[in-house]
């Protein structure tokens, strides 16, 4: 135990003598390769493939899908066979990709502009005191307010443009990730600001080095919400503005008032495809970006 | 509310606390953290400040940090108030928990304090108390306390005597005139723990920084340092200061010795005598 004292002038025989002083604290270092992350995504990809893992959703689909049948066959008002549905994607599936291509578009880019704003919002809202008192208050008033009744107004003020349509998808993207990313910057333990205290770091330095890399988990939180909102922002837009050129949200409005219930089903297929396909892609960047979280840890000795 | 400027009397070769005092709240919840309470620390010197809870221990090691002023009294790094010391990077802070970033692999960790306040440079040199040292490489920092397998994994992937010899190898790396400890050691096991002490003495007395520990343990206290502060609660001051003379190296062996157990019992009857002394009662 007294190699203790000398560690330090054999950098060559480290290794061994660091194993020697506490067994306990090195093992781990020789056992964590075997359990790292990448082995313990495969094991998870590898799932997929189990019975116990797909059979249950596929039962209920099944049972979904009898049920859907039978109803359809008595009251085919009431819902279209899903052949009908099926014929109605297979028959023309440009129109309903041209139109969910243009739906995704003011979605996504409503996402942004509302994604920006409420970020930036964020960081004054956090560092400094005043600026949350002006804003909070605005930002809960204007996230209890539906939006849905808001769309007209926007279609009235801006016409059959795109501007409703972004602003009503930025406004229900925005106070999700307002207060996500509030919370996220406030949530450094004092112990790490104490030591950025003593270092002197500068308010932007400790926002860039600590603040915000701590609230990209509360981000994540945020931007799993709101992906599939921007979706119902772009949609609920495009039905308040009958009359307008593209997207889902118009096919569905034309569609229900000359009675094509296939149609209006065919689209609201697609609009939960392309909500899924979103919250995959949020989720495989989420996994990336946060490997070092503590929800992505595996177990550790 | 007086408000702390460099005192006349700073002295640039020591860690002055000049008859502060520190209070919480106010009325009849009022709690004296600090009372009147003198410490005059050398450079180069490994200092311990050891007592019950609540004593005010940590609060004088977050005086010396400038993370507390004083209600009363002043505080002096070297010559310089604490916050300027801070603002030379001339003081170095290992919390309880070791505060790592999760994001970071244990380099990056131990290399972001180089990378914030990078006017400090400056700043260390105009201030007459600092002593210039070369900037440590940290990979051999961090070989020889062990961690040389570990630099590339993430603290999540370290156990807890791993991550704090991190922090302490973070606070090092800076090169600081102090470095403030608070109970850095006080999770983790006992076999790890008087481990890792032998570490710290050995970079201790490689850096020739001086260090002033906060603990609880007696026998953590006699093993590392050069002064024992002992203290006492309610209101918190410093009852006795005791000089280890136990010659260095101390390796672990050196806990079964007469001599050891001796500055032990010393500072034991000190505690002791300090808590039958003290008003038990709470004052809150």
């Not at chain 2, 209070?23 to 010197?45: F, H, K, M, P, W």
Request: charged residues 15%; hydrophobic residues 50%.
């Amino acid at each position: 135990m007294t190699s203790t004292m000398t560690t330090h002038d054999t950098p060559g025989a480290n290794g061994t003598a660091a194993d020697g002083i506490d067994p306990a604290v090195s093992a781990p270092v020789v056992a964590l390769p075997v359990k790292t992350t990448g082995a313990g995504t495969r094991a998870s990809r590898l799932q997929f493939l189990k019975p116990a893992y797909w059979a249950p959703v596929l039962v209920l689909l099944v049972g979904l899908g009898i049920v859907w049948t039978v109803v359809a066959k008595d009251s085919p008002y009431l819902l279209p066979p899903l052949s009908a549905v099926g014929e109605a994607l297979a028959g023309n599936p440009l129109f309903y990709l041209q139109n969910a291509w243009a739906t995704l578009q003011v979605a996504l880019i409503g996402l942004v502009i509302g994604f920006v704003v409420a970020y930036v919002l964020a960081i004054l809202v956090s560092e400094l005191p005043l600026a949350r008192r002006a804003i909070m208050p605005v930002a809960v008033v204007l996230n209890v307010t539906p939006l849905v009744a808001i769309a007209p107004a926007l279609v009235v003020a801006f016409g059959f443009g795109p501007e409703p349509k972004l602003i009503v998808t930025a406004l229900i993207c925005f106070f999700p990730i307002l207060i996500g990313v509030s919370t996220g910057l406030r949530s450094v333990s004092p112990a790490v600001l104490q030591v950025f205290t003593t270092l002197h770091a500068s308010r932007l330095e400790t926002l860039w080095h600590v603040r915000m890399p701590s609230a990209l988990p509360y981000l994540f939180n945020a931007l799993r919400i709101v992906f599939p909102l921007s979706i119902i922002g772009a949609v609920v837009a495009e039905l308040a503005a009958p009359g307008a050129a593209e997207g889902l949200g118009t096919v569905i409005s034309v569609a229900s008032s000359n009675n094509r219930l296939a149609v209006v089903y065919a689209a609201i297929v697609c609009l939960a495809l392309m909500g899924s396909l979103l919250l995959l892609i949020i989720t495989a960047i989420e996994n990336r970006a946060l490997h070092w979280h503590d929800s992505r840890q595996g177990s550790r000795g | 509310m007086t408000t702390v400027n460099t005192p006349a009397a700073a002295r640039p070769d020591s860690i002055s606390i000049q008859g502060a005092v520190k209070i919480y709240g106010s009325g009849a919840t009022q709690q004296v953290a600090l009372n009147n309470v003198d410490v005059e620390i050398e450079r180069g010197r490994f200092v311990s400040i050891i007592g019950p809870s609540g004593c005010g221990k940590s609060t004088l090691l977050r005086l010396i940090a400038g993370l507390e002023t004083p209600d009363a009294g002043t505080a002096s790094v070297f010559g310089v108030s604490p916050d300027a010391a801070c603002a030379a990077k001339m003081i170095g802070l290992v919390p309880q928990a070791p505060a790592l970033l999760p994001w970071l692999d244990v380099l990056q960790n131990v290399s972001l304090p180089a990378k914030v306040n990078r006017g400090s440079e400056r700043r260390r040199k105009r201030i007459g108390g600092h002593v210039e040292k070369e900037a440590p490489d940290m990979s051999a920092l961090l070989t020889a306390v062990g961690l040389g397998d570990a630099v590339h994994k993430l603290p999540a992937q370290l156990s807890g005597g791993m991550q704090q010899r991190t922090a302490i190898v973070r606070a090092f790396g800076l090169q600081p005139d102090v470095l403030l400890m608070d109970e850095p050691f006080s999770a983790l096991d006992e076999f790890t723990r008087e481990a890792i002490q032998g570490q710290l003495l050995d970079i201790w007395d490689e850096q020739k920084s001086t260090v002033v520990f906060v603990t609880h343990s007696v026998t953590e206290a006699v093993r590392l340092s050069d002064t024992v502060l002992v203290m006492s609660a309610r209101p918190g001051r410093i009852t006795a200061s005791v000089d280890i003379t136990l010659e260095r190296p101390r390796s672990q062996d050196m806990l079964k010795t007469p001599e050891f157990h001796h500055f032990e019992d010393l500072i034991r009857d000190h505690l002791q005598s300090a808590w039958h002394e003290g008003p038990i009662t709470s004052a809150a």
